[in-house]
Every structure is written in C-alpha cells, then in structure tokens.
C-alpha cells in the first residue's frame, strides 16, 4: 500500500451520524406504518383485481351495448314491415273506395 | 472493514428488529454519502431514504450479508443520482470544508485529501469511497456497482493518478 493510499483510507474513516440519526429514520418508518392501510392500494395483487374488475365491467358494457342493438334493429325491422302493411292496406282502401264511387255513379245514371 | 454489526435475527419488518439493522449500519450506510457528497445534511437525507428503502424491501433479503451488499449498492446509486440531479462538478475551491474533524492522523491532510475525493467524478469517487472506506476488493466493488472488475481497476487506478495531481506538492511531502 503506498501512502497515497495510506492517507485515503485515514481520510475515509467512517463518521458518525447525526445524533438522533436512527430515531429520525424510526420515526418515519412508524409514520409510513400509520398509513399502513392506504398500502394495500399499492399492492400488486390489488392492482391486478382492480384490472380484472375493469375488464369484467368493459365486457359486460359491451355485452349490454350489443344486446340494445340487436334489439333496436329487430325493433326497425318490426316498425318497417308495419309501415309496408299499412300502405298495402291504405292503397286497398283506396281501391275500394274508388270502385264504391264508380257503383254510385253508375246507379245514379 | 466489515460492517459495525449487531447480531441481527431473522429478516423480519417488524420495527424492533429493524432498529437493530439502523443501528447496526448507519455508520456505514451514512459514511458512504458523507464522502460521496462531502455535506453532512445531504448525507443525512440520502441515508434516510436508504433505510426507508430497506424497510420496504427487507423481505425479500435473505441474509445479513445481503442486507450489507445490498445497502452498499442502494446507497451507492443514491449517490450517483443525486450528484447527477445537482449536476454537481464542483471545482476543488468551492467544495466545503468538513465540519467533523477526522478522528486520527493529520487532520489538515485528512481534509486535503476529503477535498480532493469529493472533487472527482461521481461513477469515480463512488469506487474511491466503496475501497478505501469499506475496504471491498474490485471485485465486490464490480459486484456492488454492476460494472466489470477490469473497470473498476481502471477507475481506481486513474483516480489515484488524479488525488496524485490534484494534492501535488501536499502529497509530495507525505511520500518522501
């Protein structure tokens, strides 16, 4: 060992720390410990519900979703054909009201 | 040096057990920083973090030689991080003078050569402080820091070349 070296390690003799340095540190660990129950929010086994918790509620959104679709649909479906069989009984109606017109005519003839 | 150790039990965050563990290595976890930063408060802060770290952690450490590994290691990145944050290369002139006089030898040396250290780049002074302060071999430094062994002997040897220049003629009247 030169003394270079020599005068490093007596220059880097370790030091005290501060006084009170470990009942700092324990005081903060105590502090954390008080807030103990905000930490299960941070847990990994909480975050992987919460995702699942997520997926299941967008699944079932969807599923919802899809379900008001089809049944919108079979409603304009229903609302078209109603809409067709109107107008055939309409355009009969009229028909018929055109051949009561032309009887009556010919009767007053 | 090994650690100023205390019989430690099982690997356990309960606060009693873990007292023990500040006590047992605050000098060592305190040190380090101390002469990394050469600033007794920052020191303080970054030890603090450091045991904080190690309550959270402490679980998944199976020994007390990892706890001391792993400490040196923790510690070390603080270090650097923080250097880095403060974008800190203070010229030798504008680093402090130590406010704890050293416990044995020249002191007016001991500061000289504090100075010089603490003027050196930080990935540098880290190896500086992890050999002559906790007397880990290249190896374990290589270990500690996650860097190869031939590295860290490079470091160290270019880093003595600097402490030579920057003390000078102060170095000089120690060598002859």
Known sequence: MNRLENELRKAMKREEPPEGFADRVLARVSERKQFAPMN?????????????????LLVAAGVEYRKDKQEQ?????????????????????????EKVQQIGALQRY | MMADTTAIGTMTADLPEFADLVRAYQRMVFSIAYHFLHDRAGAEDIAQEVFLQLHRTLS??????????????????????????????????RIPEPVS?????????????QRAVASLPPKVRIV?????????????IARVLGLRVNTVKSQLHRSLDILRQKLGGTLGDVES
Request: charged fraction near 25%; aromatic fraction near 6%.
């Open chain 2, 60 to 93: 998944s450490l199976k020994s007390e030689a990892h706890i001391r590994a792993w400490l040196c290691k923790v510690t070390s990145h603080r270090c650097i991080d923080y250097a880095r944050s403060r974008k800190e290369d203070l010229p030798l002139d």
């Open chain 1, 40 to 56: 299960f929010l941070m847990r990994p086994s909480f975050r992987w519900a919460l995702a699942g918790a997520l997926c299941l």
């Open chain 1, 73 to 97: 649909a079979r409603g304009e479906a229903a609302k078209a054909q109603l809409m067709l069989a109107l107008r055939i009984t309409a355009g009969k109606l009229q028909l018929a009201q």
């Open chain 2, 101 to 113: 006089k050293p416990s044995s030898g020249d002191p007016l040396m001991a500061a000289l050569v």
């Open chain 2, 128 to 140: 500086v402080v992890l050999r002559y302060q906790e007397d880990l071999e290249p190896a374990e």
